[in-house]
């Protein structure tokens, strides 16, 4: 996993360093299309301290690398 969740009490939770080179946080990346349809959007989101229903999970969705 490229970006694994901390152990919280029973569950996980994502780091607070933001930055997608070497950061910890939560990364979301959007499903959503262009307008015109002709690729993917590059929109993300980037969420400190996310909490997760189990440890240990990958973070990113999807999983991207970090480095």
Excluded: K, W
């Excluded at 959007?30 to 996310?50: D, H, I, M």
């Amino acid at each position: 996993m490229a970006n694994q969740t901390t152990a919280a009490g029973d569950n996980g939770v994502s780091g607070a360093v933001r930055g997608i080179s070497g950061g910890t946080t939560a990364i979301r990346t959007s499903v959503a299309r262009t307008a015109n349809g002709s690729g993917a959007s590059t929109v993300f989101s980037e969420t400190p301290n996310l909490r997760f229903a189990y440890h240990p999970v990958e973070c990113d969705s999807p999983a991207r690398d970090r480095s």
